[in-house]
């Protein structure tokens, strides 16, 4: 999602989130029937494969028991155009170390390879990779597990998880990937790969294509040895959404190594508060979110629907489906917009503040560690000011570090 808003589609009291829980043994799944691999139109890039590596390479529920709360650097290197190309300057070691003094624990890299590769040959540029390893090692060096993905990349994964599309996008998942793995083989475990970002996956043969697609980097990425043989890599749940994931995640990829995999939802609900920028024809937007903070002054504007109960039942649906089985969830993105035009401003603020604590607070007992979606609002990218003090306060209370 490039929303230029604090977070991508809230906190009752001041209590800090219940200890996470220790999930059981993950449920085997069934190994389904492989499928014959198409011949590819790209050179293979997986040419210097090393013996497998697990020193240092946790499990997931490792690396989960280490995030309570993390920062997406948004609308940066996935810009089309350049890392500086949607108004925001390269990132910085001064940026990382200012997320981490603040009380972050961890970073999502959204970030696009495509334009940055051989349209015939699908070779990215050795410049670029060099770049993204230089802002994982940001990260690594304030020892901050950092999750790096594919993100929109121009749709060419995202809009196309389609049967008509599988073997070309299929061809090209497998060699940006055997590219960036081996590239970046060297990281330990605080460095989690993630397939992609927000898949276009609404019913069952879709989501056998995405399974493909998933199935791809995994192989992709265990292919090039070394400590990549034992990465934590993340999947997408389709179109990110838990509720469709009730009925179309149907079992797990399969994995050379065990306890390894997470999945990935976002959460922008409802899309009236944190989404919408003016009103549509299916809705108005919300300014008032959350059931003690309704404004009097503009009733027409409380949230009429997605308030605390759905947050609830929304985690808790992730921690059935998911958590309870052995796998954590990393929640890629989640946030809402300060808005400006409420005629309620403080409520609206408030409501606000509420919303991000208590998303936060909810998501982590019931597996999932949340990420913030942030494309420069909450910390001045040239300055490193903090420039919404309040919602870094909202976050910080419902992850327990404040």
């Known amino acids: 999602m490039a929303l230029a808003v604090t977070g991508c589609g809230g906190g009752g009291g001041g209590s800090s ?4 829980p220790t999930p059981p043994a993950p449920t085997p799944t069934p190994t389904p029937t492989p499928t014959p691999t198409p011949a590819s139109p790209y050179p293979s890039y997986n040419t210097s494969p090393l013996p497998a590596d697990p020193s240092g390479m946790g499990t997931a529920k490792d690396i989960a028991g280490r995030i309570k709360l993390g920062l997406n650097i948004g609308n940066t290197l996935e810009a089309i155009g350049g890392e500086t190309a949607w108004g925001n300057p390269m990132i910085t070691q001064g940026f990382v170390d200012k997320a981490k003094a603040v009380g972050f624990d961890a970073i999502r890299l959204p970030c696009s390879w495509d334009q940055y590769s051989d349209p015939a040959t699908a070779k990215i540029k050795a410049s670029w990779l060099d770049r993204v390893k230089e802002v994982v090692q940001y990260c690594i060096n304030n020892d901050m597990p950092v999750l790096l993905n594919i993100h929109w990349d121009g749709g060419w994964l995202e809009n196309n998880v389609t049967p ?4 070309a996008v299929v061809a090209k998942q497998r060699a940006f ?4 793995a081996t590239h970046l083989r060297d990281f330990d475990q605080r460095l989690m790969f993630a397939s992609a970002n927000e898949p276009n996956a609404d019913d069952a043969t879709e989501m056998d294509v995405l399974y493909a697609y998933h199935q791809t980097f995994i192989d992709a990425v265990r292919s090039t040895g070394g400590k990549n043989s034992h990465r934590v890599l993340v999947l997408q749940l389709p179109n990110v959404n838990m509720d469709l994931s009730k009925t179309l995640w149907t079992r797990m990829p399969t994995d050379t190594v065990s306890d390894r995999l997470m999945v990935e939802p976002h959460f922008y609900t409802p899309p009236n508060f944190c989404i919408l920028t003016e009103d549509a024809s299916w809705g108005k937007m919300f300014y008032y ?4 903070f309704h404004s009097t002054i503009e009733p027409d504007r409380n949230a009429t629907w997605g308030e605390e109960d759905v947050v609830d039942a929304h985690m808790q649906l992730g921690n059935q489906l998911f958590w309870s089985k052995g796998v954590p969830m990393l929640l890629g993105e989640y946030g809402a917009p300060r808005r400006t035009t409420p005629l309620d401003l403080p409520k609206h603020l408030a409501s606000r503040a ?5 998303v936060t607070q909810t998501s982590l007992p019931n597996g999932l560690l949340p990420f913030l979606w942030d494309t420069g609002d909450l910390i001045d990218r040239k300055t490193y000011a903090v420039k919404d003090q309040q919602g870094l306060d909202a976050l910080l209370e419902g992850a327990g570090k404040k």
Do not use: R
């Open 17 to 20: 989130p219940s200890p996470t």
């Open 289 to 292: 979110w959350g059931k003690d």
């Open 177 to 180: 990937w055997e590219q960036i």
């Open 164 to 167: 008509a599309k599988k073997d």
């Open 354 to 358: 509420h919303w991000m604590k208590y």
